[in-house]
């Protein structure tokens, strides 16, 4: 069993990415991943160090804003990885990045994020929706229900998970609607460092999205032969927060057809700021009776 204190040093480690140097035209970096119980990478990991790696080529001052990537292969947890960073644009206020993450050769995900130096603007922002629980008053779920690799991926994940409703690990409560809110937190403290926060605030935007389309049609994750796999992964920055305290993932799903589902998704602090927006369209497959 993984502690909480080195679940969240194993975030950190995985986001320390090494500089390998710079080719003629990219800038290289490499890192490692996190154990997974499955035997692939953690999508939203792949997402963060792919971010920090195209971060790397920019001051810190110009911080990232949105992104589009997508998953392209399974990732192997037991080998590193490999981030090229093609620096296709520098303006006075905006820059560009392409980046590839690679393993054996070949791109297992790839990205395209835009970078911008604070700037003044008009400003608005959707509220926070009113009346959900606090996260101190949503009961954790007992993972002792689950199967042991599920159990040890919640143990080794350094996100703590709360759900409005209820989760939709075993069963999916009714009413069957696609949409669900989660609280969320890393598991213990992380550095001041703005360029972290945004990085684990797009790990955690990897998590539980899919979840709308399941819960909208009663499909608990253990259901035998369901097949789910992230597609494509959009993320816009919009307020600097931290992650080590409370955020509200606030999620729903407009549309599913196909064997693709679409999910929506907006992140909260717990005073109510806008954070972030999120889309993802993944690929699920449903056995039939």
Sequence with gaps: ???????VDSL???????????RTTEDIFTGVSQPSPFGRVFGGQVLAQSIVAASRTLPSERAVHSMHGYFLRPGDPSGAITFSVDR???GRSFSTRRTQAFQAG????????????????VEHAEAMPAGL??????TPFDTDALHPLTRRMFSDYPIEVRHVPSPVYTSVEEPHVPRQAVWMRTRGALPHDPAVHRAALAYLSDLTIQETILRGHGVPWSTPGLRVASLDHAMWWHRPGRVD??????????????????????????EGTLL????????VRVPSE
Aim: proline content about 5%.
């Design 1 to 7: 069993m993984t502690d909480a204190t080195d679940a």
């Design 12 to 22: 950190l480690e995985v986001l320390d990415l090494r500089d390998a140097g710079a």
């Design 88 to 90: 296709i644009h520098d």
């Design 106 to 121: 070949v791109p297992i995900f790839s990205m395209i994020a835009s970078f911008q130096d604070e700037d003044l603007g």
């Design 133 to 138: 629980p606090q996260p101190e008053d949503v």
């Design 245 to 270: 305290d409370w955020v509200l993932y606030v999620q729903e799903s407009p549309n599913a057809r196909g064997g693709r589902g679409l999910s929506t998704g907006r992140i909260y602090t717990r």
């Design 276 to 283: 972030g927006s999120v889309a993802q369209e993944i690929m």
